[in-house]
Protein backbone atom coordinates (compact mmCIF):
# COMPACT_ATOMS: atom_id res chain seq x y z
CA UNK A 1 0.00 0.00 0.00
CA UNK A 2 1.24 3.36 -1.03
CA UNK A 3 0.40 6.40 1.02
CA UNK A 4 1.15 8.80 -2.11
CA UNK A 5 -2.16 10.38 -1.61
CA UNK A 6 -0.50 11.97 1.61
CA UNK A 7 2.82 12.42 0.41
CA UNK A 8 1.69 14.91 -2.45
CA UNK A 9 -0.58 16.59 -0.19
CA UNK A 10 2.40 16.98 2.22
CA UNK A 11 4.57 18.69 -1.03
CA UNK A 12 1.51 20.57 -2.02
CA UNK A 13 0.78 22.20 1.69
CA UNK A 14 5.01 22.91 1.79
CA UNK A 15 4.91 24.50 -1.44
CA UNK A 16 1.69 26.77 -0.65
CA UNK A 17 3.31 27.42 2.76
CA UNK A 18 6.38 28.96 0.43
CA UNK A 19 4.78 30.70 -1.86
CA UNK A 20 1.11 31.94 -0.43
CA UNK A 21 2.37 33.81 2.63
CA UNK A 22 2.15 37.34 1.55
CA UNK A 23 -2.12 36.38 0.16
CA UNK A 24 -2.63 34.54 3.71
CA UNK A 25 -1.30 37.47 5.71
CA UNK A 26 -3.19 39.65 3.40
CA UNK A 27 -6.56 37.52 4.36
CA UNK A 28 -5.67 37.47 7.33
CA UNK A 29 -6.31 41.20 7.35
CA UNK A 30 -9.17 41.73 5.22
CA UNK A 31 -11.05 39.01 8.29
CA UNK A 32 -9.88 41.34 11.03
CA UNK A 33 -10.62 44.63 9.36
CA UNK A 34 -14.55 43.46 8.47
CA UNK A 35 -14.78 41.80 12.01
CA UNK A 36 -13.35 44.63 13.62
CA UNK A 37 -15.80 46.87 12.27
CA UNK A 38 -18.54 44.95 13.16
CA UNK A 39 -19.28 43.54 9.63
CA UNK A 40 -20.16 39.81 8.91
CA UNK A 41 -18.47 37.12 6.94
CA UNK A 42 -20.33 35.84 3.75
CA UNK A 43 -18.93 32.01 2.75
CA UNK A 44 -20.05 30.46 -0.33
CA UNK A 45 -19.30 27.46 -2.54
CA UNK A 46 -20.80 24.60 -4.47
CA UNK A 47 -20.83 21.06 -3.36
CA UNK A 48 -17.95 20.50 -1.42
CA UNK A 49 -17.25 24.18 -1.25
CA UNK A 50 -20.58 24.64 0.17
CA UNK A 51 -19.67 21.87 2.99
CA UNK A 52 -16.49 24.16 3.72
CA UNK A 53 -18.45 27.63 3.53
CA UNK A 54 -20.35 25.97 6.29
CA UNK A 55 -17.90 24.23 8.23
CA UNK A 56 -15.62 27.45 8.57
CA UNK A 57 -19.02 29.67 8.74
CA UNK A 58 -19.73 27.27 11.71
CA UNK A 59 -16.22 27.61 13.20
CA UNK A 60 -16.79 31.47 13.69
CA UNK A 61 -19.57 31.51 14.87
CA UNK A 62 -19.33 28.85 17.47
CA UNK A 63 -15.82 28.06 17.71
CA UNK A 64 -12.51 26.39 16.32
CA UNK A 65 -10.73 25.94 19.58
CA UNK A 66 -11.98 25.24 22.87
CA UNK A 67 -11.19 29.23 24.27
CA UNK A 68 -14.07 31.58 26.00
CA UNK A 69 -14.33 34.26 23.22
CA UNK A 70 -17.55 36.37 21.47
CA UNK A 71 -19.32 34.95 18.75
CA UNK A 72 -18.23 36.21 15.50
CA UNK A 73 -20.63 36.77 12.69
CA UNK A 74 -20.49 34.68 9.49
CA UNK A 75 -22.57 33.49 7.61
CA UNK A 76 -22.50 30.31 4.80
CA UNK A 77 -25.00 31.03 1.94
CA UNK A 78 -25.43 27.65 0.75
CA UNK A 79 -27.53 26.69 3.94
CA UNK A 80 -31.13 27.76 3.07
CA UNK A 81 -32.96 25.35 0.89
CA UNK A 82 -36.09 27.56 0.86
CA UNK A 83 -34.12 30.43 -0.20
CA UNK A 84 -31.72 28.59 -2.86
CA UNK A 85 -34.93 26.75 -4.33
CA UNK A 86 -36.83 30.03 -4.94
CA UNK A 87 -34.21 31.92 -6.41
CA UNK A 88 -32.81 28.74 -8.56
CA UNK A 89 -36.66 28.35 -9.45
CA UNK A 90 -37.71 31.81 -10.01
CA UNK A 91 -34.76 34.12 -11.40
CA UNK A 92 -32.06 31.03 -12.18
CA UNK A 93 -29.14 29.10 -10.03
CA UNK A 94 -26.65 31.62 -11.57
CA UNK A 95 -28.44 33.82 -9.15
CA UNK A 96 -28.52 32.05 -5.40
CA UNK A 97 -25.88 33.62 -3.79
CA UNK A 98 -25.96 37.07 -5.82
CA UNK A 99 -29.58 37.69 -4.14
CA UNK A 100 -28.23 36.88 -1.04
CA UNK A 101 -25.49 39.03 -0.90
CA UNK A 102 -27.63 42.10 -2.92
CA UNK A 103 -29.77 41.40 0.19
CA UNK A 104 -27.35 40.79 3.12
CA UNK A 105 -24.02 42.45 2.31
CA UNK A 106 -23.00 46.05 3.11
CA UNK A 107 -19.91 48.43 2.68
CA UNK A 108 -17.24 46.77 5.59
CA UNK A 109 -18.35 42.83 5.33
CA UNK A 110 -16.15 40.04 3.90
CA UNK A 111 -17.48 37.81 0.89
CA UNK A 112 -15.48 34.47 0.82
CA UNK A 113 -15.95 32.56 -2.36
CA UNK A 114 -14.61 28.81 -2.14
CA UNK A 115 -13.95 27.14 -5.27
CA UNK A 116 -11.47 24.48 -7.01
CA UNK A 117 -12.32 26.00 -11.00
CA UNK A 118 -13.16 29.40 -10.28
CA UNK A 119 -15.85 29.33 -12.83
CA UNK A 120 -19.03 28.71 -11.40
CA UNK A 121 -21.70 31.28 -12.57
CA UNK A 122 -22.99 31.80 -9.28
CA UNK A 123 -19.82 32.74 -8.00
CA UNK A 124 -19.25 35.06 -10.24
CA UNK A 125 -22.17 36.50 -10.26
CA UNK A 126 -21.82 37.05 -6.12
CA UNK A 127 -18.42 38.35 -6.98
CA UNK A 128 -19.96 40.88 -9.12
CA UNK A 129 -22.55 41.36 -6.34
CA UNK A 130 -20.70 41.99 -3.48
CA UNK A 131 -18.33 44.91 -6.34
CA UNK A 132 -21.84 46.48 -6.36
CA UNK A 133 -22.63 45.93 -2.64
CA UNK A 134 -19.07 47.17 -1.59
CA UNK A 135 -18.28 44.82 -0.06
CA UNK A 136 -14.63 43.38 0.37
CA UNK A 137 -14.43 39.84 -1.95
CA UNK A 138 -11.40 36.95 -1.45
CA UNK A 139 -11.65 33.67 -3.90
CA UNK A 140 -9.96 30.61 -2.47
CA UNK A 141 -9.71 28.78 -5.76
CA UNK A 142 -6.76 26.40 -7.57
CA UNK A 143 -6.53 25.11 -10.95
CA UNK A 144 -5.23 28.51 -12.14
CA UNK A 145 -8.00 30.92 -10.42
CA UNK A 146 -10.12 30.57 -13.37
CA UNK A 147 -12.34 33.73 -14.23
CA UNK A 148 -13.36 34.04 -10.34
CA UNK A 149 -9.67 34.96 -10.09
CA UNK A 150 -9.74 38.59 -11.86
CA UNK A 151 -13.02 39.64 -9.97
CA UNK A 152 -12.19 39.29 -6.33
CA UNK A 153 -9.98 41.84 -4.54
CA UNK A 154 -7.92 39.50 -3.19
CA UNK A 155 -7.32 35.69 -5.44
CA UNK A 156 -5.90 32.84 -3.22
CA UNK A 157 -4.54 30.12 -5.91
CA UNK A 158 -3.63 27.13 -4.67
CA UNK A 159 -1.23 25.22 -7.16
CA UNK A 160 -2.71 22.49 -8.09
CA UNK A 161 -5.08 20.81 -10.41
CA UNK A 162 -6.50 17.90 -8.09
CA UNK A 163 -9.29 18.91 -6.65
CA UNK A 164 -9.41 16.82 -3.43
CA UNK A 165 -6.04 18.52 -2.56
CA UNK A 166 -7.06 22.19 -3.45
CA UNK A 167 -10.12 21.60 -1.04
CA UNK A 168 -7.90 20.06 1.74
CA UNK A 169 -5.73 23.19 1.19
CA UNK A 170 -8.61 25.37 1.25
CA UNK A 171 -9.77 24.29 4.53
CA UNK A 172 -6.18 24.50 6.06
CA UNK A 173 -6.02 27.58 4.99
CA UNK A 174 -9.69 28.92 6.26
CA UNK A 175 -8.65 27.34 10.12
CA UNK A 176 -5.26 28.76 9.82
CA UNK A 177 -6.82 32.23 9.24
CA UNK A 178 -9.71 31.30 11.89
CA UNK A 179 -7.42 30.23 14.24
CA UNK A 180 -5.30 33.80 14.31
CA UNK A 181 -8.77 35.27 14.77
CA UNK A 182 -9.94 33.24 17.41
CA UNK A 183 -6.26 33.95 19.16
CA UNK A 184 -7.06 37.43 18.99
CA UNK A 185 -10.43 37.37 20.08
CA UNK A 186 -9.60 35.32 23.19
Not at 64 to 75: E, G, H, M, N
Not at 92 to 106: C, D, P, Y
Given at each position: MTLGHFEELGRLAERCGAELTGPLRRYLELVERALGAGGTLFIAGNGGSAAHAQH??????????????????????????SLLTAAGNDI???????????????PGDLLVLVSTTGNSPNLLRAAEAGKAAGVTTVGLLAKGGGRLASLVDLAIVVPTDDTAHAQEIQLAIDHYVCS?????LA
Open positions: IATEYVVRYRPVRRKAVAALALSTDSGFEEIFARQVEALAKQVEQG
